[in-house]
C-alpha cells in the first residue's frame, strides 16, 4: 500500500489530505473537509491536471505582450508542451479578455483565451 500526503488547492483552507493507494487504484482519502477535496486529492495522484497561465506575444497593441491561459485544465505532463507552443504564438491587437488565443494548444483539445484587454496602438 502507498501513502502520499497532499495539501488541497481547492479552496482557501487548504486541507492536508491523505490518499492511500493500491495498484495505482485509490483505496481511501482522509482529511479533506469537503467533497471537492476529495475529488481534487483523486485526480492529483491518478492524472494530475493543471490550468496553464502564460503571454504571447501581441502585434500593434498598447504592450507587446497579452495575458493567456488555457480555458481548461491539461494534463500535468504537457504542461511544458503548452508553453513551448504559446512561445510560438504571435496574435494582433486589438484583443479582449476571452478572446480565443488558440484553438487547441499543443494537441491538448483545450482553448487558450486571453485574460486582459488590450487595445491598437
Same mark, same amino acid.
Do not use: W
Given at each position: 500500500?502507498?501513502?502520499?500526503?497532499?495539501?488541497?488547492?481547492?479552496?482557501?483552507?487548504?486541507?492536508?489530505?491523505?490518499?492511500?493507494?493500491?495498484?495505482?487504484?485509490?483505496?481511501?482519502?482522509?482529511?479533506?473537509?469537503?467533497?471537492?477535496?476529495?475529488?481534487?486529492?483523486?485526480?492529483?495522484?491518478?492524472?494530475?491536471?493543471?490550468?496553464?497561465?502564460?503571454?504571447?506575444?501581441?502585434?500593434?497593441?498598447?504592450?507587446?505582450?497579452?495575458?493567456?491561459?488555457?480555458?481548461?485544465?491539461?494534463?500535468?505532463?504537457?504542461?511544458?508542451?503548452?508553453?513551448?507552443?504559446?512561445?510560438?504564438?504571435? &496574435?494582433?491587437?486589438?484583443?479582449?479578455?476571452?478572446?480565443?488565443?488558440?484553438?487547441?494548444?499543443?494537441?491538448?483539445?483545450?482553448? &487558450?483565451?486571453?485574460?486582459?484587454? &488590450?487595445?491598437?496602438?
Amino acid at each position: 500500500m502507498e501513502t502520499r500526503e497532499l495539501t488541497c488547492i481547492r479552496c482557501p483552507i487548504g486541507c492536508h489530505i491523505t490518499v492511500e493507494l493500491e495498484n495505482g487504484e485509490v483505496k481511501s482519502i482522509t482529511g479533506n473537509s469537503c467533497p471537492r477535496g476529495g475529488e481534487y486529492a483523486a485526480s492529483e495522484v491518478t492524472h494530475p491536471e493543471r490550468i496553464v497561465t502564460s503571454l504571447v506575444t501581441l502585434t500593434g497593441g498598447e504592450r507587446p505582450v497579452v495575458p493567456v491561459k488555457t480555458a481548461g485544465t491539461v494534463p500535468k505532463e504537457k504542461m511544458m508542451d503548452v508553453v513551448r507552443a504559446l512561445g510560438e504564438v504571435t &496574435v494582433p491587437a486589438p484583443v479582449s479578455i476571452g478572446d480565443v488565443i488558440a484553438e487547441d494548444i499543443a494537441g491538448t483539445n483545450v482553448p &487558450v483565451i486571453a485574460t486582459a484587454n &488590450v487595445s491598437a496602438r
